[in-house]
């Protein structure tokens, strides 16, 4: 599928690139995730918001794509850390009572057809690693949704590896692993 990313701000990776810190995750690490990212044929329009003062959902259906996935970060304001969901129309969506999308818990489905979410619009904020878990999931779901399948169907497990089978000269072994 093609996939359009539309960033509000003048630079990828929302949080990962500007809210956490440098000590945490490095920005070369996240700059080198979102050029590989690139690579795969993924468009991004920066300067590009969805909401309020920019682009709709509609809008965009109405240029053809099939499938959305939200991933609105959080920001501050008189309730604390809250998901940027102007881009919605709460009518159509159910929003809980701490402004946050509900979800199928397996699909990251919301009740509008073609709409996914995850990561802080869904959860809070929350870890990076429960934010990139929430799109890999959705992203199944997706492709089901779009393949003209059921979105609900099981999900595979996750491929395990035998660790016999994994090459692990160069790691040094220590007392304690940080």
């Given at each position: ?15 990962m ?25 993924v ?26 996935f ?16 102007s ?31 995850g990561?802080?619009v ?19 779901a ?10 609900e169907?099981k ?24």
């Amino acid at each position: 599928y093609g996939i359009t990313v539309y960033e509000g701000r003048p630079f990828a990776g929302g949080m990962m690139a500007n809210g956490i810190s440098e000590a945490m995750l490095p920005r070369k690490i996240v700059q080198t995730e979102i050029e590989d990212i690139l690579r795969l044929g993924v468009e991004l329009k920066l300067n590009s918001p969805v909401g309020a003062n920019g682009l709709t959902l509609e809008t965009l259906r109405q240029q053809g794509y099939g499938a959305f996935f939200i991933a609105a970060g959080a920001g501050k304001n008189a309730k604390g850390d809250v998901p940027h969901i102007s881009l919605l129309n709460k009518e159509n969506y159910e929003v809980t009572t701490k402004d946050r999308l509900e979800v199928h818990p397996q699909t990251f489905a919301t009740k509008v057809e073609g709409v996914f979410a995850g990561g802080d619009v869904v959860s809070g904020q929350a870890s990076v690693i429960r934010a990139i878990a929430a799109g890999q999931k959705a992203a199944v779901a997706i492709d089901r949704y779009l393949s003209g399948q059921s979105p609900e169907q099981k999900q595979e497990s996750p491929k395990t590896v035998n660790l016999d089978d994994v090459k692990i000269d160069d790691v040094r072994e220590q007392r304690v692993q940080i």
